[in-house]
Protein backbone atom coordinates (compact mmCIF):
# COMPACT_ATOMS: atom_id res chain seq x y z
CA UNK A 1 0.00 0.00 0.00
CA UNK A 2 1.48 3.77 -0.73
CA UNK A 3 1.98 5.39 2.00
CA UNK A 4 2.69 9.53 2.36
CA UNK A 5 2.80 12.25 5.53
CA UNK A 6 1.26 14.72 6.25
CA UNK A 7 0.63 17.12 8.89
CA UNK A 8 -2.35 18.24 10.98
CA UNK A 9 -3.21 20.81 8.52
CA UNK A 10 -3.82 18.27 6.21
CA UNK A 11 -7.24 16.51 8.08
CA UNK A 12 -10.11 18.45 7.48
CA UNK A 13 -13.28 16.28 8.95
CA UNK A 14 -13.65 13.04 7.16
CA UNK A 15 -11.43 14.01 4.46
CA UNK A 16 -7.61 14.32 3.97
CA UNK A 17 -5.62 17.15 2.15
CA UNK A 18 -3.35 15.12 -0.31
CA UNK A 19 0.12 17.69 -0.14
CA UNK A 20 1.02 19.02 -3.26
CA UNK A 21 4.18 17.41 -3.33
CA UNK A 22 2.55 14.10 -3.20
CA UNK A 23 -0.51 15.10 -5.80
CA UNK A 24 1.68 14.84 -8.44
CA UNK A 25 3.30 11.73 -7.92
CA UNK A 26 -0.04 10.03 -7.46
CA UNK A 27 -1.54 11.44 -10.31
CA UNK A 28 0.83 11.22 -12.99
CA UNK A 29 3.37 8.61 -11.70
CA UNK A 30 1.49 6.44 -10.13
CA UNK A 31 -1.89 6.94 -12.12
CA UNK A 32 -3.78 7.06 -8.90
CA UNK A 33 -7.86 6.33 -9.53
CA UNK A 34 -10.52 7.03 -7.69
CA UNK A 35 -11.40 4.67 -4.96
CA UNK A 36 -7.24 3.66 -4.42
CA UNK A 37 -6.47 2.80 -0.97
CA UNK A 38 -3.42 4.35 0.68
CA UNK A 39 -2.09 5.39 4.03
CA UNK A 40 -0.56 8.49 5.26
CA UNK A 41 0.99 9.27 8.72
CA UNK A 42 0.58 12.26 10.61
CA UNK A 43 2.33 12.40 13.59
CA UNK A 44 1.97 9.52 15.84
CA UNK A 45 -1.22 8.67 13.71
CA UNK A 46 -1.49 7.07 10.53
CA UNK A 47 -4.41 7.05 8.32
CA UNK A 48 -6.52 4.37 5.86
CA UNK A 49 -7.54 6.69 3.16
CA UNK A 50 -9.66 6.20 0.33
CA UNK A 51 -8.45 8.40 -2.70
CA UNK A 52 -11.50 10.79 -4.59
CA UNK A 53 -9.00 12.85 -6.74
CA UNK A 54 -6.07 14.53 -7.56
CA UNK A 55 -6.25 17.14 -4.54
CA UNK A 56 -8.52 15.07 -1.44
CA UNK A 57 -9.15 11.82 0.11
CA UNK A 58 -11.75 10.05 2.28
CA UNK A 59 -10.15 9.07 5.50
CA UNK A 60 -11.76 5.15 6.14
CA UNK A 61 -10.12 4.78 9.43
CA UNK A 62 -6.81 5.62 11.61
CA UNK A 63 -4.51 4.53 14.49
CA UNK A 64 -2.08 5.36 16.58
CA UNK A 65 1.23 3.95 15.76
CA UNK A 66 3.29 1.52 18.00
CA UNK A 67 6.44 4.08 18.83
CA UNK A 68 9.84 2.39 18.86
CA UNK A 69 12.05 2.87 22.24
CA UNK A 70 14.76 2.66 19.88
CA UNK A 71 18.24 5.02 20.16
CA UNK A 72 18.05 7.60 17.35
CA UNK A 73 21.26 6.90 14.91
CA UNK A 74 22.88 9.60 13.46
CA UNK A 75 25.02 9.73 10.34
CA UNK A 76 27.73 12.45 9.96
CA UNK A 77 28.88 11.93 6.46
CA UNK A 78 31.38 14.33 4.09
CA UNK A 79 29.35 15.38 1.18
CA UNK A 80 30.58 13.56 -2.00
CA UNK A 81 30.82 13.88 -5.43
CA UNK A 82 28.25 13.95 -8.45
CA UNK A 83 25.20 11.83 -6.88
CA UNK A 84 27.35 10.00 -4.71
CA UNK A 85 25.56 11.88 -1.12
CA UNK A 86 22.36 11.33 -2.87
CA UNK A 87 22.64 7.41 -2.68
CA UNK A 88 23.75 7.54 0.91
CA UNK A 89 20.89 9.11 1.75
CA UNK A 90 18.50 7.20 0.03
CA UNK A 91 19.99 4.20 0.93
CA UNK A 92 20.50 4.91 4.75
CA UNK A 93 16.97 6.32 4.97
CA UNK A 94 15.69 2.88 3.68
CA UNK A 95 18.06 1.27 6.28
CA UNK A 96 17.22 3.34 9.45
CA UNK A 97 18.91 6.72 10.02
CA UNK A 98 16.75 9.11 12.31
CA UNK A 99 19.29 12.21 11.53
CA UNK A 100 21.64 12.84 8.53
CA UNK A 101 24.56 15.52 8.98
CA UNK A 102 26.50 16.52 5.91
CA UNK A 103 29.92 17.15 6.27
CA UNK A 104 32.82 19.57 4.97
CA UNK A 105 36.38 17.59 6.22
CA UNK A 106 39.77 18.69 5.27
CA UNK A 107 39.74 16.41 1.58
CA UNK A 108 35.79 17.32 1.03
CA UNK A 109 35.92 18.09 -2.83
CA UNK A 110 32.58 19.13 -3.47
CA UNK A 111 32.13 23.24 -2.88
CA UNK A 112 28.70 23.93 -1.93
CA UNK A 113 29.36 27.18 -0.50
CA UNK A 114 26.32 29.77 -1.15
CA UNK A 115 24.00 26.99 -2.03
CA UNK A 116 23.58 25.20 1.02
CA UNK A 117 19.80 26.13 1.14
CA UNK A 118 19.10 24.59 -1.65
CA UNK A 119 21.49 21.76 -1.28
CA UNK A 120 19.96 20.44 2.12
CA UNK A 121 16.40 21.11 0.56
CA UNK A 122 16.88 18.98 -2.43
CA UNK A 123 18.43 15.97 -0.25
CA UNK A 124 15.28 16.61 2.64
CA UNK A 125 13.39 15.91 -0.53
CA UNK A 126 15.25 12.91 -1.36
CA UNK A 127 14.76 11.61 2.56
CA UNK A 128 11.21 12.22 1.96
CA UNK A 129 10.77 10.28 -0.88
CA UNK A 130 12.90 7.14 0.28
CA UNK A 131 10.97 7.67 3.75
CA UNK A 132 7.79 6.74 1.60
CA UNK A 133 9.18 4.11 -0.64
CA UNK A 134 10.36 2.40 2.49
CA UNK A 135 6.83 2.72 4.78
CA UNK A 136 9.50 4.23 7.41
CA UNK A 137 7.12 5.63 10.33
CA UNK A 138 9.30 9.05 10.34
CA UNK A 139 11.19 11.12 7.86
CA UNK A 140 15.00 11.15 8.97
CA UNK A 141 16.01 14.83 9.21
CA UNK A 142 18.86 16.26 6.92
CA UNK A 143 20.60 19.18 8.85
CA UNK A 144 22.45 22.53 7.48
CA UNK A 145 26.13 21.39 6.76
CA UNK A 146 28.57 21.30 9.28
CA UNK A 147 32.57 21.46 9.15
CA UNK A 148 33.68 18.41 11.18
CA UNK A 149 35.36 20.69 13.82
CA UNK A 150 31.29 21.05 14.52
CA UNK A 151 30.64 17.86 14.83
CA UNK A 152 31.83 17.51 18.62
CA UNK A 153 28.89 20.22 19.43
CA UNK A 154 26.27 17.11 18.36
CA UNK A 155 27.97 14.26 19.58
CA UNK A 156 27.01 13.87 23.71
CA UNK A 157 28.78 12.18 27.01
CA UNK A 158 26.06 8.85 27.08
CA UNK A 159 26.40 8.69 22.97
CA UNK A 160 27.91 6.05 21.17
CA UNK A 161 30.00 7.20 18.29
CA UNK A 162 32.50 5.74 15.86
CA UNK A 163 34.03 6.44 12.89
CA UNK A 164 35.58 3.64 10.24
CA UNK A 165 38.87 4.60 9.12
CA UNK A 166 41.30 2.47 6.95
CA UNK A 167 44.65 2.40 9.27
CA UNK A 168 42.47 0.85 12.20
CA UNK A 169 43.47 -2.31 12.63
CA UNK A 170 42.99 -3.56 16.50
CA UNK A 171 39.06 -2.55 16.83
CA UNK A 172 36.47 -4.03 14.78
CA UNK A 173 32.85 -2.76 14.42
CA UNK A 174 31.47 -5.82 15.33
CA UNK A 175 33.85 -5.49 18.85
CA UNK A 176 33.35 -1.72 19.53
CA UNK A 177 29.49 -2.68 19.43
CA UNK A 178 30.06 -5.07 21.96
CA UNK A 179 30.76 -2.36 24.30
CA UNK A 180 27.73 -0.50 23.65
CA UNK A 181 25.49 -0.31 27.00
CA UNK A 182 22.52 2.48 25.48
CA UNK A 183 22.20 6.17 24.15
CA UNK A 184 22.04 7.67 20.29
CA UNK A 185 24.75 6.46 18.29
CA UNK A 186 26.74 8.32 16.19
CA UNK A 187 28.61 7.26 12.61
CA UNK A 188 31.28 9.59 10.85
CA UNK A 189 31.84 9.19 7.68
CA UNK A 190 34.66 10.30 6.20
CA UNK A 191 35.25 11.43 2.46
CA UNK A 192 36.76 10.18 -0.61
CA UNK A 193 40.27 10.23 0.08
CA UNK A 194 39.40 9.12 4.28
CA UNK A 195 39.77 11.42 6.73
CA UNK A 196 43.23 13.25 7.48
CA UNK A 197 44.79 11.65 10.63
CA UNK A 198 44.69 15.17 12.65
CA UNK A 199 41.03 14.45 12.24
CA UNK A 200 40.63 10.97 13.28
CA UNK A 201 42.85 12.08 16.84
CA UNK A 202 40.42 15.07 17.36
CA UNK A 203 37.67 12.43 17.18
CA UNK A 204 39.44 9.94 19.54
CA UNK A 205 39.94 12.18 22.32
CA UNK A 206 36.38 12.72 22.66
CA UNK A 207 35.48 9.62 22.97
CA UNK A 208 34.88 8.65 18.88
CA UNK A 209 35.90 5.24 18.64
CA UNK A 210 37.78 4.47 15.74
CA UNK A 211 36.55 0.94 13.85
CA UNK A 212 37.65 -1.48 10.91
CA UNK A 213 35.35 -2.38 8.02
CA UNK A 214 37.16 -5.28 6.94
CA UNK A 215 40.38 -5.99 5.02
CA UNK A 216 39.07 -3.82 1.99
CA UNK A 217 39.18 -0.45 1.47
CA UNK A 218 35.73 0.65 0.75
CA UNK A 219 34.28 3.48 -1.18
CA UNK A 220 32.70 6.55 1.27
CA UNK A 221 29.51 5.56 0.00
CA UNK A 222 29.79 1.88 0.56
CA UNK A 223 31.04 2.67 3.92
CA UNK A 224 28.37 4.02 5.10
CA UNK A 225 26.02 1.54 4.24
CA UNK A 226 27.90 -1.03 5.46
CA UNK A 227 28.73 0.73 9.07
CA UNK A 228 25.08 1.54 9.38
CA UNK A 229 23.99 -2.05 8.74
CA UNK A 230 26.29 -3.48 10.87
CA UNK A 231 25.06 -1.07 13.59
CA UNK A 232 21.60 -2.28 13.46
CA UNK A 233 22.40 -5.97 12.74
CA UNK A 234 24.55 -6.72 15.76
CA UNK A 235 22.22 -4.36 18.47
CA UNK A 236 18.95 -5.78 16.49
CA UNK A 237 17.75 -2.40 15.79
Not at 181 to 210: A, C, H, M, Q, Y
Request: hydrophobic share 40%.
Amino acid sequence: MHRIFGQDVNIDGELFIIPEDDQFHMDKVLRFKKGEIFEAVVGNKIYELIYINTETARIISHSKIQIDMKPSINLFFAILKGDKTDFVLQKCTEIGVTNFYPMITMRTIPDIRGKEFDKVGRWQRIVNDASKQSKAKYIPKVHHPIEITEVLNHIYRNDFSIVPYEEEKATTIKEALDKYRGGDINIIIGPEGGFELIEILTLNKVGVRSVSLGEKILRAETAAIVALSNVIYELEL
